[in-house]
C-alpha cells in the first residue's frame, strides 16, 4: 500500500507540469479554487460501525481535461465500537478531529462550459487534532496516510464530490497485538470562486 501511495504522490507532483501540454475540447479555466463542506461516514474495518461526521475547507484545481486538485480540509470523523461490546463489555463512540491534505489528480470525462463529470484518485494525508476518547491519543498517532478515489459533478459554480477513502496508517488495539485500518465515505459539496 505504501508503494502505492508513493506512485500516486509523485503523478500528484508531476501533474502540473503535465497540464501545459495537454489538449482539451473546451479551452475552459484552467485554474479554479473555492470552499468545500461535506459529509462523512467512518469505521474501522470490521470492528466498528459507520456513524456521520463533517468536513469543511478550501481546494485549487489546475488543469483542463486533466487536473490537479490539492484541499485543505478539516474533518471530524465519528466511530461506534458497538462490535467490540462482547470482548470490552462495552461499547462506545470515538469522535476524533483531523486536518487532511488530499492530493488528487483527476480526468473531467465530461468537460463542458457549464457540466462536468471527472473521476479522480490521490494520495492522501491527515494531522491529528485531538479525540475526545484518551485512549486513542497514542494508539492513532499524530499523521495518518491514506488514498482517495471518486466521482465528481460540475454545474455552473457549484462542485460535488463522492470519495472512497482507505487509510495505509494502522490503529493499534487495546491488546497491543492486532491492528484496524480506518475507512471513510465523503460527500461533499463546493462552490468555485471561477468557473
Known sequence: MKRILS??????????????AQDSGYNGTAFTGG?????????????????????AGIFLRAGRSFYFEPSFMYSFRSTNFDDLKNELEESFEVGQHFIDVPLLVGYKIVN??????????GPRVGFRLGSDYDNFEDAVG???????????????????DAKYDISASKFKQYDEKTFWKQ???NLVLGVKFKR
Open 142 to 160: 499524530f499523521a495518518q496516510w491514506g488514498a482517495q478515489a471518486g466521482l465528481g459533478i460540475d454545474f455552473w459554480i457549484f462542485t460535488f
Open 112 to 121: 463542458n462550459k457549464n457540466f462536468n463529470l471527472r473521476i479522480f484518485l
Open 7 to 20: 506512485v500516486l504522490a509523485i503523478l500528484a507532483l508531476m501533474m502540473p507540469f503535465a497540464l501545459h
Open 35 to 55: 470552499i468545500k463542506v461535506g459529509i462523512n461516514f467512518s469505521n474501522y474495518i470490521g470492528k466498528s460501525t459507520m456513524q456521520p461526521g463533517g468536513e
Open 183 to 185: 475507512n471513510m465515505v
